[in-house]
């Protein structure tokens, strides 16, 4: 006879993971769920029906955009691109950046994620942006990012993400953009570690810090390093004078 959830996870909880003390146990249990489903929404299949997930926005002029929230993140993207050869990078971590507006669920024009990348173990990684007072505190962003992860991540996305990713990459430096040493030889691979990460200024946490409805968010990034297959993370980022997220960012434990 099996044992029930419950037990399964009381069992995990009582385990030795780290320091057991710093961290109250109801983050824990939060972040053992949150993998569990986001394991079993994997095997969902939603595919996206749009003609192509990795769309190619090297080309787009995002000083245009008047929303700050998109400017930010439009903007980033750019700077990455340019500059920093698609690479962005929170504290000693590095990422490459893929694209911006990712969609990823049937025809839902507005589930799309703000940032897509990958790490250096060839695994997705989602970029859920927040600012200022956004109306959505740390775990509804985070559970914004899992959602997006979760279909990019089921059989037919991740494949048709597989298949555009060398095109996408030949688009990028035929537009003259470098792409990082770093990630010559890195290749998606479903199986790889996995990541949502919680972009947002100084001033959101601080909203949110000083809220009820914020409680707690800092015990679940501080449980960033359990699992191996998947990492939710918390990162604070500036916003320079022209509006976009500057590429200077810090992890939030």
């Given at each position: 006879m099996p044992d029930t959830q419950f037990r399964i996870w009381m069992d995990q909880l009582n385990k030795a993971e780290g320091d057991r003390v710093a961290v109250p146990e109801w983050p824990r249990l939060l972040h053992l769920a949150l993998r569990q489903q986001l394991e079993h929404e994997t095997t969902v299949d939603r595919p996206y029906a749009g003609q192509h997930i990795l769309i190619d926005r090297t080309s787009r002029n995002w000083k245009?955009?008047?929303?700050?929230?998109?400017?930010?993140?439009?903007?980033?993207?750019h700077e990455c691109l340019q500059q920093h050869e698609s690479i962005l990078k929170v504290g000693n971590d590095e990422y490459l950046l893929l694209s911006y507006e990712?969609?990823?669920q049937g025809n839902h024009s507005g589930r799309r994620a703000d940032l897509l990348g990958m790490n250096q173990d060839g695994g997705l990684v989602v970029f859920e942006a927040k600012i200022a007072k956004?109306?959505?505190?740390?775990?509804?962003?985070?559970?914004?990012?899992?959602?997006?992860?979760?279909?990019l991540s089921g059989a037919t996305n991740f494949a048709r993400i597989q298949e555009e990713f060398p095109r996408l990459i030949a688009s990028i430096e035929d537009a003259g953009h470098s792409i990082s040493d770093k990630f010559q030889n890195v290749n998606l691979v479903a199986e790889a570690r996995?990541?949502?990460?919680?972009?947002?200024?100084?001033?959101?946490?601080e909203h949110y810090n000083a809220t009820a409805r914020g409680n707690g968010w800092q015990d679940l990034s501080r449980l960033s390093s359990i699992g191996t297959d998947v990492q939710f993370r918390f990162a604070k980022c500036g916003v320079t004078d022209s509006g976009a997220y500057s590429n200077a960012m810090t992890w939030c434990h």
């Open positions: 245009d955009v008047t929303v700050a929230e998109k400017r930010a993140v439009y903007g980033l993207y990712v969609p990823n956004n109306s959505y505190g740390p775990v509804a962003a985070l559970l914004e990012g899992l959602d997006y992860l979760s279909t996995c990541e949502v990460i919680v972009l947002a200024t100084p001033e959101y946490f």
